[in-house]
């Protein structure tokens, strides 16, 4: 099967599978949909992780910020999902920049304890700011979103939504990390003394980095808000950064169809294993632990390969 048919079939599946699936039934269409989700936040922290080579474990911190921004601006400013969800992806890049501009510097570990802290830290914010987020007691009754007088209320619905911004951030991250901008990431990922040698400013390709993946993870919480219409801080803890995180690392960094493959299976494989739920999140993690073992580049590996890396420096250094 070439490309062009294989992306036939994939959309063709894409389209009619949710029709069966709320026929069947109505929670696996939510599951689907829960898929959607954490593909635009594994594919946002690839930027971070697979692109930049950035060890962050805050994600769900910009996850949540996108969620309460959209709750606040829906409900206090009565803003149309529309407008508040580039609004408030914007204000998650914006946060994703203010994080990255002092962390840039730090390595390693180092980066990881500080991103943890800044995702705990707003963790924190949600649950103590009472009078702008209710704490605890979270924010509900948020709108759904409504075009020409049509109301988003059935799953079906909000999966074609969830679709189309699940296509919008894979073009985007695609276009960007397999341009001069995406091989310039990968330069400082792998040498940034290298990088430096010809030209490119590790700082900025860093920054841009947590920028993006922020921006997109924002533009997930946003949806996320309105289609369950109600946020709390219990669905942006640390576990979540690390579920993000292992979805990137089982897929394969640097690999945006592996991003995918990595939420649908870590959000597929619980469901699956529910029948034996005494043991399903020992066996996921047993399956983990294999996978890592036999193949540690992630199922879907990484495109970038090693051997071409000192040829794309040249050709970067020489734009």
Do not use: C
């Not at 802290?117 to 987020?133: A, P, Q």
């Not at 409504?146 to 059935?154: E, I, K, T």
């Amino acid at each position: 099967m070439n490309k062009k048919a294989a992306m036939a079939a994939a959309a063709v599946l894409a389209i009619v599978l949710p029709i069966v699936l709320q026929l069947v039934n109505d929670y696996l269409l939510h599951v689907v949909i829960m898929i959607g989700i954490f593909s635009m936040l594994s594919l946002s922290l690839n930027v971070i992780i697979g692109y930049a080579g950035q060890f962050a474990l805050g994600h769900a911190a910009f996850y949540g910020i996108g969620a309460y921004a959209a709750a606040l601006l829906m409900l206090h400013f009565h803003l149309s999902f529309w407008i508040a969800l580039p609004a408030s992806a914007a204000i998650a890049g914006l946060f994703g920049f203010l994080l990255g501009s002092p962390v840039i510097r730090l390595r390693g570990d180092y980066l990881g304890i500080v991103t943890l802290g800044f995702g705990e830290i707003v963790r924190l914010i949600f649950v103590g700011w009472v009078d702008l987020t209710r704490g605890p007691m979270g924010l509900p009754g948020i709108p759904a979103p409504s075009l020409f007088g049509f109301v988003f209320r059935d799953k079906l619905e909000f999966y074609y939504l969830i679709l189309l911004l699940v296509l919008i951030t894979y073009v985007v991250i695609h276009r960007l990390v397999h341009s001069g901008v995406g091989l310039s990431l990968l330069t400082v990922r792998e040498d940034e003394t290298l990088a430096q040698s010809v030209g490119i400013r590790p700082n900025y390709y860093k920054l841009l980095a947590f920028t993006v993946g922020g921006f997109f993870a924002g533009a997930a919480g946003a949806f996320w808000a309105t289609y369950i219409s109600y946020v709390s801080p219990d669905a942006f803890r640390y576990l979540d950064s690390v579920n993000i995180l292992a979805m990137v690392i089982l897929g394969g960094a640097a690999s945006l169809p592996g991003s995918v493959l990595g939420a649908v299976i870590l959000v597929a494989a619980p469901e699956i294993l529910r029948y034996v739920s005494d043991y399903r999140m020992i066996l996921l993690g047993l399956a983990i632990v294999l996978m890592m073992i036999f193949k540690p580049s992630g199922f879907w590996g990484e495109q970038y390969r090693k051997r071409n890396f000192y040829g794309n420096v040249k050709k970067v250094g020489n734009k």
